[in-house]
């Protein structure tokens, strides 16, 4: 795992640092990981989402059922 420093507001720290006591993480910096890694994967999978309709829409132009 690469680690790398970031750099957030006060008031997102006293969030996060409030949250981690509600949850099973040990740390907020273990709970703000979490956080993060699950807003790449959402990308992630919007991107492919988008890629997948945009394939499909080709497809249907082919057979001409859009114009």
Do not use: P, W
Not at 10 to 31: H, K, L, M
Not at 40 to 61: F, M, P, T
Request: proline share 0%; with cysteine.
């Amino acid at each position: 795992m690469k680690e790398i420093t970031i750099k957030l507001e006060d008031e997102v720290i006293a969030s996060c640092e409030r949250q981690v006591q509600e949850t099973a993480f040990d740390s907020t910096e273990e709970y703000i990981a979490f956080i993060v890694s699950e807003a790449a994967s959402v990308d992630e999978d919007n991107i492919a989402g988008e890629r997948d309709q945009k394939h499909s829409e080709g497809q249907l132009r082919a057979l001409g059922y859009l114009d």
